[in-house]
Nanobody, 116 residues
Framework: VQLVDSGGGMVQPGGSLRLSCAAS????????MSWVRQAPGKGPEWISN????????YYADAVKGRFTISRDNAKNTLYLQMNSLKPEDTALYYC??????????WGQGIQVTVSS
């Protein structure tokens, strides 16, 4: 089972990035997926969820209206389109899902830095 996060980097305030999470080793379409971030010195923050079919999403207030979560079940890939980025969006971003047993599977994390 593997979740591989990609697409991070450094961007100026107001810029955009698109994160991807390539899934393998499990039936991707059977699981709701999430994006979680952790800023330096802070705890994890659940920022977005998407259901198995992609028709239902959730966003934390901090990113609502700026970030869009989506998935392509044919490609086993989760996305996070991030627009109007702010310095406070600087964090390690992880994709994740919860197994039916209750434990979580995490990607390796990808750094997003928003700075002028």
């Amino acid at each position: 089972v593997q979740l591989v996060d990609s697409g991070g980097g450094m961007v100026q305030p107001g810029g955009s990035l698109r994160l991807s999470c390539a899934a393998s080793g499990f039936t991707f379409s059977n699981y709701a997926m999430s994006w979680v971030r952790q800023a330096p010195g802070k705890g994890p923050e659940w920022i977005s969820n998407i259901n198995t079919g992609g028709g239902s999403t959730y966003y934390a207030d901090a990113v609502k209206g700026r970030f869009t979560i989506s998935r392509d079940n044919a490609k086993n890939t989760l996305y996070l389109q991030m627009n109007s980025l702010k310095p406070e969006d600087t964090a390690l971003y992880y994709c994740a899902f919860r197994w039916f047993s209750g434990s979580y599977q995490w990607g390796q994390g990808i750094q997003v830095t928003v700075s002028s």
